[in-house]
């Protein structure tokens, strides 16, 4: 299939999709997320809602407050350099790599 056949296919995902696609709470909680790992990667090991708020309405995102705030009680005392090496450990259970392809 060719690159034309891929856009068009995710650009009528999306379509179809509509507001749902970015309302889900999943998608709703990643944007926050993302904003607080920026503050960190910023060097703030502990972002406050209004730095987190910060960042997203400068990227012309709105807020929810009630999910902001949810996302900064859930990482109150966390590390996220911590958090993201246990991840690891949980991908790494389910193995990886393939087989290399056959020779001749």
């Known amino acids: 299939f060719?690159?034309?056949y891929r856009a068009?296919?995710?650009g009528n995902t999306l379509e179809e999709k509509g507001?749902?696609?970015?309302?889900?709470?999943?998608?709703?909680?990643m944007k926050y997320m993302g904003a607080y790992l920026m503050a960190v990667i910023g060097g703030?090991?502990?972002p406050s809602v209004d730095d987190v708020k910060?960042?997203?309405?400068?990227?012309?995102?709105?807020?929810e407050k009630e999910m902001l705030d949810r996302v900064i009680l859930n990482m109150e005392g966390?590390?996220?350099?911590?958090l993201i090496a246990a991840g690891s450990l949980k991908f790494a259970a389910c193995?990886?790599?393939?087989g290399g392809g056959g020779g001749g």
Not at 78 to 82: A, D, L
């Open 78 to 82: 966390k590390q996220v350099h911590e």
């Open 2 to 4: 060719g690159s034309s």
């Open 19 to 29: 507001a749902e696609a970015t309302s889900s709470p999943a998608a709703m909680a």
């Open 44 to 46: 703030n090991e502990s």
């Open 54 to 63: 910060a960042i997203l309405e400068a990227g012309g995102i709105e807020c």
């Open 8 to 10: 068009g296919t995710l």
């Open 95 to 98: 193995g990886g790599g393939g």
